[in-house]
């Protein structure tokens, strides 16, 4: 049973990678046989109604699967070393329903060339590299079930993950969300599609971090409702880099 948990994590892991790297293309329009502009083609009302059904069977899915309570349901049926990833799994294979049934809606809303095109794509790269980054700063095996399933392997208690507020987690509460909502909005090229999904996506990662957040405070209470006071949800505040700069121009002004 160890070693079949281990397996069913790395497929778990894998198809995630493969659904992730999926998204980069579906959103940037190229590399991939569907994306955000490629797809089978419908009249406009079906396709918006479908476009929508698709993320809401995501969110719901995503938002679901992540309740304690449902956590709690679902270590009835699940060992727990496998629910991680049997979350991640169904996540991505939802991801995956996505790319496949999404309908293009091609009409331009803005094409921009040259600099600001170069512009757009750099915050495009930027976001993805935020979100790959962000994995790792709570803990990349276990957001993923690597670690749950590596500990049932060597026979070792499972463990939770404390508050903790590494790198970017200082700036921003949800560093990956950031990231995503950078990606998601980042393009030369957007079409109603390609607004559509922005704009869909954008409101789950919201109504998500709403989710997520009461459950922080639910396990972590006046710790996470300090950080909540003090650190921005999404877009970093330029106060502490204006402080620091001012400070440092303070200094050199004395030693003058
Ligand atoms: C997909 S991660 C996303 C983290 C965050 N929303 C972001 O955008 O970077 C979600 C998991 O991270 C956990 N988490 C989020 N912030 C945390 C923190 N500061 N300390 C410990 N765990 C945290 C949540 O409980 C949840 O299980």
Redesign the pocket.
């Known amino acids: 049973m160890r070693w079949v948990t281990m397996l069913y994590a790395v497929v778990a892991y894998l198809v995630f990678w493969l659904c992730s790297a999926y998204l980069i293309g579906f959103t940037a329009d190229i590399l991939v046989p569907r994306t955000v502009n490629h797809g089978p083609v419908s009249g406009i009302g079906q396709a918006l109604l479908i476009n929508a059904s698709l993320m809401l069977m995501f969110g719901v899915q995503h938002s679901i699967m992540?309740r304690q309570g449902f956590k709690r349901w679902c270590r009835a049926w699940i060992p727990a070393p496998m629910e991680r990833s049997t979350y991640v799994l169904l996540s991505s294979l939802m991801l995956g329903l996505l790319y496949w049934g999404w309908r293009p809606l091609p009409l331009t809303l803005w094409w921009v060339e040259g600099g600001l095109a170069v512009a757009l794509w750099c915050l495009f790269v930027l976001g993805w590299v935020l979100v790959v980054y962000?994995?790792f700063?709570?803990s990349h095996g276990e957001?993923l079930g690597i670690s749950q399933a590596y500990r049932r392997l060597r026979g070792r208690a499972p463990c939770e993950?404390?508050?903790?507020?590494p790198g970017l987690?200082r700036l921003v509460?949800?560093?990956?969300?950031?990231g995503l909502l950078l990606a998601f909005w980042s393009t030369p090229h957007m079409t109603v599609g390609h607004f559509f999904f922005a704009a869909g996506m954008s409101l789950y990662i919201l109504i998500g971090?709403h989710f997520?957040e009461r459950?922080?405070v639910r396990?972590?209470g006046d710790h996470?409702r300090a950080?909540q006071a003090t650190t921005p949800m999404l877009i970093p505040s330029l106060r502490p880099l204006y402080r620091a700069v001012a400070s440092c121009f303070m200094k050199r002004k004395r030693s003058v």
Request: net charge neutral.
């Open positions: 992540a962000a994995t700063l709570i957001l993950i404390g508050f903790h507020t987690h509460r949800h560093p990956l969300m950031s971090i997520e459950s922080l396990a972590f996470y950080y």
